[in-house]
């Protein structure tokens, strides 16, 4: 039986993908290069840290752990900055009705994110109220496909795995919560998260009777 929902939030709940690129660019572009779009996909479900790593690999820049610190931290603050704006109107569709049918079915929710501005994202967005848990990269210690983030959700809503579904829009999310052990559904394009138990679009007209009837497992 399905008791939780756990949802990443970077392009389940919000697209906050571009504010991610602006920031991380304008950090490419201050260190002497460019990075495209494709490129910035790579980075969906990645640490801040690695992240950096992989975007100084691609501008062939290398710096130490200090630099690197100061780097990351930068970009955070410009992100911050850009976050700082964000309204309901930027919750994905669809989100909002089929978190508001989980609570009338008595379903435990919680977020696994690793970005450390989840709570952030959630107070600007009015969705706080909604989870039962917020796990994200300030209580955890390794990364996706780990499946650390969603364990810590589980454990916080008092539930297991096989009790529990994930929602995530990248791959090594799709992977950490096939290796927790987790239902995993994949909200995107079915060429990256095909290895999912089901993938949906979006949440536009989606319901927990269709969730249920899409899952190999009986309620």
């Known amino acids: 039986m399905i008791k939780g929902c756990i949802f990443d939030l970077d392009g389940v709940i919000v697209d906050t993908a571009k504010y991610h690129f602006q920031a991380w660019r304008r950090l490419a572009n201050e260190l002497g290069f460019d990075f495209t779009e ?49 309204t309901p109107e930027e919750i994905l569709p669809g989100v ?16 696994g994110s690793a970005s450390k501005n989840a709570p952030a994202i959630l107070e600007r967005v009015e969705l706080t ?25 589980a454990e916080a809503l ?23 052990g987790f239902w995993a559904v994949g909200v995107g394009d079915p060429a990256n998260l095909g290895h999912a138990h089901l993938v949906i679009p979006g949440f536009k007209d989606f319901t927990f009777d269709k969730l249920i009837a899409a899952l190999p497992v009986k309620s």
């Open 38 to 86: 494709e490129e910035n996909e790579k980075l969906k479900g990645v640490s801040r840290v690695e992240s950096l790593k992989l975007i100084l690999s691609w501008g062939g820049v290398e710096k130490s752990p200090e630099e690197q610190a100061e780097l990351a931290a930068r970009k955070n603050e410009w992100y911050v900055e850009l976050i700082s704006n964000m």
């Open 96 to 111: 909002k009705e089929f978190l508001d049918e989980l609570k009338l079915e008595g379903i435990k929710i919680a977020l």
């Open 129 to 153: 109220a909604y989870f039962d848990a917020i796990i994200d990269g300030t209580k955890t210690t390794r990364s996706k496909p780990d499946p650390q983030v969603f364990q810590l959700g």
């Open 158 to 180: 008092g539930l297991q795995p096989s009790e529990t579904v994930v929602f995530e829009d990248a791959p090594k999310g799709i992977d950490a919560a096939l290796n927790g």
